[in-house]
């Protein structure tokens, strides 16, 4: 069986001596794991050195990744952090696409595949985001909008660029809100995302790509989550900012992992 995936969203979320706290707390907790998971933390972009200065040391039981990057390559863009920086600092891993972004920072699918592009020529793996909102879903239209979401970013990359993307299945309605997908509807819908990729790049890839899922995960309901077929993992926002709960979280992955 494929390891699992869980990587930590903390969003904008405290301040650099918690960020340090957090970031210890995690590493004391793993230090007698050998894990099979592979760990991600995303904090907020200005803590990203606290991070890659821990995941680079040799026992590291985690990678760095941050929650957002800039669509342009270099120059007068007040602001903005490019994935050449990003990729100078080590870090290995970038959310893009999330709801947030697309909500708060007019992050549309043309972006998202920007961004894209940007990482995977500086050799960060791209998290790349996708989910219907409660309405949609309502309608019945949420395999629609996600097939969408995958056509207009991951359909038009070549296999050799698909093969460094990772895909986190969020629904909106289930983000912070404490209501979670049901493992039916997760497994329901990552199959089906694994079907797209198939049906694109084939069965290899498809059964190659990490898919997980993202909402309202947390310490009670991800060993079911990560029990699903299609979930390689999940995308944790809230419960990632807990560091036992994380770890149980990790330790669900494992369990999953161990157990096939
Ligand atoms: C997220 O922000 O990616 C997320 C999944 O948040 P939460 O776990 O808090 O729902």
Redesign the pocket.
Known sequence: MKSKIVIG?W?MNKDFEEAEDLISSIEEKLENYNLATEVVLCPPMVYAELVTDHASQDDSQFYAGVQNVSEYENGAYTGEVSAEMLASMDVSFC?IG???RRKYFGETNAIVLKKMLRLLANDIVPVM?CGESLDERKAGKHFDVVRQQIEETLYTLTPEQMENVMI?Y?PIW????GETATPAQAQEMLAYIRSLIEKKFGTQMAVDTYILY?????AKNALELFSQPDVDG???????LKPDDFIKIIEAAETVVKDN
């Open positions: 969203n969003k959310i999330h709801s947030e985001c986190a969020e289930a983000i912070g809100t993202g909402g309202s995960c947390n999940g995308l944790i926002g809230g419960a990632s």
